[in-house]
């Protein structure tokens, strides 16, 4: 399973990107998907992720109300809408896939290479 996330750059706080992860390989509408993102110096945390049909989503504190995951089980693609975005979201973001349970766990068994956000104030 391959994941390449796409869709990064710069942008002033307060506009929006939307990051997308291609996903080939292995059976796409089975698997759960997550973003996570890494800022300089941090650990990598949890963004946002959503069950294999698209019925549930969950995001972490504090993105919520700013940023929605969706996803294409037709095109194999995960999309992550980030709106009002602020300095402190400047990270690389990774998207990652797994079985059904990993949306339980938070624990993916496959990821892709990040794509770079900066967020300029």
């Known amino acids: 399973v391959q994941l390449q996330a796409s869709g990064g750059g710069v942008v002033q706080a307060g506009g929006s990107l939307r990051l997308s992860c291609a996903v080939s390989?292995?059976?796409?509408?089975?698997?759960?998907m997550g973003w996570f993102r890494q800022a300089p110096g941090k650990e990598r945390d949890f963004v946002a992720a959503?069950?294999?049909?698209?019925?549930?989503?969950k995001y972490a504190d504090s993105v919520k109300g700013r940023f929605t995951i969706s996803r294409d089980n037709v095109k194999n693609m995960v999309y992550l809408q980030m709106n009002s975005l602020k300095p402190e979201d400047t990270a690389v973001y990774y998207c990652?896939?797994?079985?059904?349970?990993?949306?339980?766990?938070?624990?993916?068994?496959?990821w892709g290479q990040g794509t770079q956000v900066t967020v300029s104030s």
């Open positions: 959503i069950t294999w049909s698209g019925s549930s989503t």
């Open positions: 390989g292995g059976t796409f509408s089975n698997y759960a």
């Open positions: 990652a896939a797994g079985p059904p349970l990993r949306y339980v766990t938070g624990r993916y068994d496959y």
